[in-house]
């Protein structure tokens, strides 16, 4: 969900830069962050990245770069009159002379003589009769951060597919290990209850021996982390929007992975279990990226 994306137009003479950026989210949630959108499109605006870009914590940034011809701003004159009228009646409260052109030189150094609120209005102007312009604009960025968020799906693809396949291969050794482990278990407890009577209950030694042993049983475990994996690699090669989805699956995989450790009872076998829990929680942090 992580992207970027730049695109410029002019509106009138002068010219508009969106920037749009997203990162991992959850839900869709967007914010304009400029006051260069009319508040009447703010819905538009939103409903179509919505739409575009799916998911994510979403930004729109733009700015306004105004050329030459268009930078005089409007003077105000009734504040210019004031404030020379004011230099004219200080001077003379304080014995002194100036002429008229000395305090207009003066009053046109001193703050807020242009109207702020006529160039805000002009600007506004030219937004609202150039918001097709605008809008393709911001249609574009949004493209340019899909192309992005395409360009980096491409190799976190690549990286997830990776990981899966090396939980499979540690499984495939697990699956060795386990033909072995049931063998060692059986012989460590006839070798204990030898240990406790000279004489013991062969029936209901193998009573025990099959009670004990199918709860260390993880053949159901192995063939559903098969198949979960298998899944996975369906889901990230053939749909488009599945991050959801593929979040689901690695908590299936995760719950039988940790089962496996925990009926496992062999060395072996739980240094696979961390190594394929290591490699599905690097799993996890890359399915936050994908929509």
């Known amino acids: 969900m992580t992207g970027f994306g730049k695109a410029e137009c002019k509106c009138g003479n ?13 839900n869709s949630d967007i914010s304009l962050k400029t006051q260069l959108i009319p508040r009447d499109k703010e819905i538009e605006v939103k409903k ?50 100036i002429s008229h052109d000395t305090a207009l030189s003066a009053a046109l150094r001193l ?13 506004a102007k030219e937004l609202d009769e150039n918001w097709e312009t605008i809008m393709k604009c911001i249609k574009d960025a949004a493209q340019m951060l899909i192309s992005y968020r395409m360009e980096e799906g491409s190799i976190l693809q690549k990286d997830i597919a990776k990981r899966v396949k090396l939980i499979a291969t540690y499984l495939d050794y697990v699956e060795t290990l386990d033909k072995e482990r049931l063998n060692q278990q059986r012989e460590k407890l006839k070798s204990k209850i030898l240990e406790l009577t000279d004489n013991p209950d062969m029936n ?18 192995k063939v559903r982390l098969k198949q979960h994996c298998k899944y996975f690699e369906i889901n990230l090669e053939n749909n488009e929007l599945a991050g959801k989805k593929l979040g689901f699956i690695s908590q299936e995989i995760g719950r039988e992975i940790n089962t496996i450790g925990s009926k496992a009872n062999h060395a072996e076998i739980q ?17 936050l990226n994908i929509l």
Do not use: C, H, W
């Open 111 to 123: 703050p807020d003589i242009t109207d702020s609120a006529s160039s805000r209005d002009k600007t």
């Open 14 to 26: 002068n010219k508009i830069t969106i920037e749009i950026k997203s990162v991992n989210g959850k």
């Open 204 to 221: 209901r030694f193998e009573q025990e021996i099959i009670y004990y042993l199918e709860k260390l049983d993880i053949t159901e475990e």
């Open 271 to 287: 240094k696979m279990v961390v190594q394929m829990k290591e490699e599905l929680e690097k799993i996890k942090e890359q399915v």
């Open 48 to 97: 179509y990245l919505k739409e575009t870009l799916q998911r994510g914590n979403i930004d729109l940034y733009a700015s306004i770069e105004f050329v030459e011809e268009s930078t005089a701003k409007a003077l105000n004159k009734t504040t210019i009159s004031n404030y020379i009228e004011q230099i004219i009646s200080i001077s003379q409260d304080n014995s002194l002379q």
